[in-house]
Nanobody, 125 residues
Framework: QVQLVESGGGLVQAGGSLRLSCAAS????????VGWFRQAPGKEREFVSA?????????DYADSVKGRFTISRYNAKNTVYLQMNSLKPEDTAIYYC?????????????????WGQGTQVTVSS
């Protein structure tokens, strides 16, 4: 079974950047689709980005982060990254990574069985 640990969150000013990491342990990560989700206070968890495991990985992004966030994976390090640029106060949330052993690109949180504990991202105005 894969276990996930997120890191890289923190406090940043609007317009700044952060890179989140999702590190997997337990077994190889290369055959897992991975997604990033976020939950702001008082709101439901929402999709941010996803990446498939196939060579030349497919990716998808929520409209709210397109052009600002980039998801990537480094299978040799069992890690998926979320590079977040041009951050806005509305990006403030707890960010979670999730994994599912499948070749499909998954954007729906109910499709993921494995979740990390989350990392807080706070963007000040």
């Amino acid at each position: 079974q894969v276990q996930l640990v997120e890191s890289g969150g923190g406090l940043v000013q609007a317009g700044g950047s952060l890179r989140l990491s999702c590190a997997a342990s337990g077994r190889t990560f290369s055959s897992y689709a991975v997604g990033w989700f976020r939950q702001a206070p008082g709101k439901e968890r929402e999709f941010v980005s996803a990446i498939s495991w196939t060579t030349g990985s497919s990716t998808d992004y929520a409209d709210s982060v397109k052009g600002r966030f980039t998801i990537s994976r480094y299978n040799a390090k069992n890690t998926v990254y979320l590079q977040m640029n041009s951050l806005k106060p509305e990006d403030t949330a707890i960010y979670y990574c999730a994994a599912q052993r499948t070749s499909t690109l998954l954007t729906n949180e109910v499709a993921y069985d494995i979740w990390g504990q989350g990392t807080q991202v706070t963007v000040s105005s």
